[in-house]
């Protein structure tokens, strides 16, 4: 089977954040687990969708749904290193788009881990795909879009 590689732009990143890995994300092999990895990388895209205006759901029930999820280990993290989670959006299409990843250990300047989360909106009271928000995509006005 091919390797999964994810390379990306530096200028489609334009949030950061800093979240420390718990004891309690640790596994076995005495790292960064990957079902923490998964929640560490959730609690950044919720981060970041906040801090660009938008809530888990809206008053009318639109979100956002996760529809896919690739991951690149590159290093091990360990209980208490401080990571930062630097987020962008690519390869925005009528529904969705990407949100991306690069996870790096700024004390040595690691990278842990690069990520891609394919995305839509949906709307939870209906229960439908519906269209990207035009709030949404005009506060990215450089990112690429895809048919």
Same mark, same amino acid.
């Given at each position: 089977m091919a390797r999964l590689?994810? /390379?990306?732009p530096d200028e489609l990143f334009c949030?950061?954040?800093?979240?420390?890995v718990r004891v309690t994300d640790i596994n +076995?092999?005495?790292?960064?687990?990957n079902d923490s990895m998964i929640s560490m990388i959730s609690e950044a895209r919720a981060r970041f969708l906040y801090?660009?205006?938008?809530? /888990?759901?809206?008053?009318?029930?639109?979100?956002?749904i996760v529809t896919d999820l690739a991951t690149m280990?590159?290093?091990? +993290?360990?209980?208490r290193d401080v990571l930062v989670f630097?987020?962008?959006?690519?390869?925005?299409?009528?529904y969705g788009g990407d949100i991306i990843?690069?996870?790096t250990r700024p004390k040595d300047r690691t990278l842990v881990a690069m990520a891609k989360y394919g995305f839509v909106f949906f709307n939870y009271q209906r229960s439908e795909v519906?269209?990207?928000?035009e709030e949404f995509r005009a506060k990215f006005p450089r990112v690429n879009e895809i048919d």
């Open positions: 590689k994810l /390379e990306f949030f950061s954040t800093q979240l420390t +076995a092999a005495n790292h960064l687990g801090e660009n205006g938008m809530p /888990e759901v809206d008053g009318d029930g639109t979100g956002i280990y590159r290093a091990e +993290a360990h209980a630097e987020v962008g959006v690519m390869d925005f299409n009528k990843f690069r996870i519906v269209p990207m928000p």
